[in-house]
T-cell receptor, first 111, second 114 residues
Framework: DAKTTQPTSMDCAEGRAANLPCNHS???????VYWYRQIHSQGPQYIIH???NNETNEMASLIITEDRKSSTLILPHATLRDTAVYYC????????????FGTGTRLTVIP | GAVVSQHPSRVICKSGTSVKIECRSL??????MFWYRQFPKQSLMLMAT?????????EQGVEKDKFLINHASLTLSTLTVTSAHPEDSSFYIC??????????FGEGSWLTVV
C-alpha cells in the first residue's frame, strides 16, 4: 500500500513555481522520498529523491521537513510540458525494493 | 540517468493468441526488473518482480501461467501474455534499478486485444 498522501489535483500558472505537497507521516528512518511524474501515455519519469536534506537538480527541488513527515516538490518555473501526474513515493533504497504508486497529484499548468 | 527501453510500444493481437513484450536496460545491468500494469485513469499496479536467472515473484491475484516472465540476461526481461483476452488490454510498463538505487521506467507498451 502507498504510504503517502497527496492532493488529487492542482493548477499552476505557466512560468510560476509549482509546489506539490506530500505527506508521509509513517516514513521509516531508512526510507527515501522519491518523486516521479507520468505524462499521458508514457512511462513514469524519475525527478528527484532525498533522505532528509533538501535536494536540487536540473528538474526540481525537494524540500523535506525536519521531522521527515512531509515534503514538497518544487518546479521553479512551470511550463505546459510539466502537466502530468506527480507521484510521491517512499522507498528503502537498498535491495530490490519496488515502488508502490498511490494516486498521485494531477498537475495542470495553465497558459 | 539510466535508460530502460520497451518493445513494442504498441501491439494489437487477436483474442486467444500470445504476445511478448521486451524490457531492456540499455546502459546498465539489472538483476531485478519490475513489471507493472496500468488501466486508464488508474495508477500503476505491480504485477511481478523479475529476477535474473530465477523465477519471477508474482503479486497476489496475478496469474503466473498467464503472464510469463523470463529474465534470461542482465539486460533483458520479457513478459508474455498468453491466451490474451480483451480484458488484458492495458498499458504494461517495466522498470529496473540503475545507479544510485534509483528505479527507471521504460516507455510502456500498449496492448490491445481484439
Amino acid at each position: 500500500d502507498a504510504k503517502t498522501t497527496q492532493p488529487t489535483s492542482m493548477d499552476c500558472a505557466e512560468g510560476r513555481a509549482a509546489n506539490l505537497p506530500c505527506n508521509h507521516s509513517t516514513i521509516s528512518g531508512n526510507e527515501y522520498v522519491y518523486w516521479y511524474r507520468q505524462i499521458h501515455s508514457q512511462g513514469p519519469q524519475y525527478i528527484i529523491h532525498g533522505l532528509k536534506n533538501n535536494e536540487t537538480n536540473e528538474m526540481a527541488s525537494l524540500i523535506i521537513t525536519e521531522d521527515r513527515k512531509s515534503s514538497t516538490l518544487i518546479l521553479p518555473h512551470a511550463t505546459l510540458r510539466d502537466t502530468a501526474v506527480y507521484y510521491c513515493i517512499v522507498r528503502v533504497a537498498t535491495g530490490a525494493n519496488n515502488l508502490f504508486f498511490g494516486t498521485g497529484t494531477r498537475l495542470t499548468v495553465i497558459p | 540517468g539510466a535508460v530502460v527501453s520497451q518493445h513494442p510500444s504498441r501491439v494489437i493481437c487477436k483474442s486467444g493468441t500470445s504476445v511478448k513484450i521486451e524490457c531492456r536496460s540499455l546502459d546498465f545491468q539489472a538483476t531485478t526488473m519490475f513489471w507493472y500494469r496500468q488501466f486508464p485513469k488508474q495508477s500503476l499496479m505491480l504485477m511481478a518482480t523479475s529476477n535474473e536467472g530465477s523465477k519471477a515473484t508474482y503479486e497476489q491475484g496475478v496469474e503466473k501461467d498467464k503472464f510469463l516472465i523470463n529474465h534470461a540476461s542482465l539486460t533483458l526481461s520479457t513478459l508474455t501474455v498468453t491466451s490474451a483476452h480483451p480484458e488484458d488490454s492495458s498499458f504494461y510498463i517495466c522498470s529496473a534499478e540503475g545507479s544510485g538505487n534509483t528505479i527507471y521506467f521504460g516507455e510502456g507498451s500498449w496492448l490491445t486485444v481484439v
